[in-house]
């Protein structure tokens, strides 16, 4: 077997796999909330010393030197995968329905066909029936969803605020005393005790494993919400950018090297022996 075409060949696959996340991170650059991801990258050593006390022979006899070859020791793999939750710049706007969290550990309740998901993308809108949805149509939740299904359903000629807390109050325009301020309800904002157990599931939402659930606890008290604003995604361009030159310039070095082993070496082995026989 020749060792290095093996190497080239996970080394190429392994950036390949890397420029699919760049490329992921750049084309959500001006997602409202969006967390870049990023790979960490190793090698098998890494994964042997990882996996060898799941093997079901002992690491240190001969019979198991047959699970782990010397040569391929240096082979790169995308070890993990992450998301980098730190929060992202923010930026105020006109919509009265746009919010944003403070917090990184913090995320909006969303109910959609596929069970409660969360999401940082704070830009919300009124649907037909005056509810509170996500531009997809999803429900934005209150912290009362948790007892039995409820929403944020806004009255007719509402003027809408939010304190620091997501406390939602409205000023009906209709009404005698404009003054006036009801308790409309919340908007559910809840953290989570592992973060890392966050799964992206597209459209810019997470879900965290149902059996979890009691991890889950709601902000209160934190001054986590800012109506008015938007987080802006946490990609940096500049550094995404230098990533995928980066990335691009060893997927061709290893091309190269692929080559080298199947038209150069190859064909030098082959002539070699040919001219032996």
Do not use: C, W
Not at 51 to 58: M, V
Not at 79 to 101: H, K, M, P
Not at 103 to 132: C, K, W
Not at 174 to 197: D, M, S
Request: no cysteine; glycine share 6%.
């Amino acid at each position: 077997m020749q060792t290095g075409f093996y190497n080239a060949t996970g080394g190429m696959v392994t950036q390949m796999n890397r420029l699919d996340v760049i490329s992921n991170n750049l084309a959500n650059l001006n997602t409202s909330g969006f967390k870049r991801d990023d790979v960490v990258i190793g090698d098998f050593v890494r994964l042997y010393e990882t996996k060898k006390n799941e093997l079901p022979i002992d690491d240190q006899t001969k019979e198991a030197a047959k699970y782990l070859n010397r040569a391929l020791t240096r082979v790169p793999h995308v070890v993990e995968e992450y998301t980098d939750i730190s929060a992202g710049a923010v930026q105020t706007t006109d919509n009265v329905f746009d919010f944003a969290l403070l917090q990184p550990n913090a995320y909006f309740m969303i109910e959609t066909p596929e069970g409660v998901r969360y999401t940082r993308d704070g830009s919300f809108t009124l649907n037909h029936e005056g509810r509170l949805v996500t531009k997809e149509g999803f429900p934005v939740l209150p912290k009362e969803y948790v007892d039995g299904p409820q929403y944020i359903d806004i009255p007719e000629e509402a003027v809408v605020n939010a304190d620091k807390d997501g406390n939602l109050y409205v000023k009906i325009l209709t009404n005698e005393t404009l003054n006036e301020t009801i308790p409309l309800g919340n908007l559910a904002v809840v953290g989570f005790e592992n973060p890392q157990y966050l799964e992206k599931t597209g459209g810019n939402l997470y879900k965290y494993p149902e059996e979890r659930d009691a991890e889950r606890t709601f902000n209160e008290g934190n001054g986590t919400v800012m109506q008015y604003a938007l987080e802006k995604s946490n990609v940096n361009a500049v550094l995404e950018m230098t990533g995928l030159i980066e990335t691009q310039r060893l997927v061709e070095m290893y091309s190269k090297v692929i080559n080298t082993h199947m038209d150069d070496l190859n064909n030098e082995a082959i002539n070699k022996l040919a001219q032996k026989a």
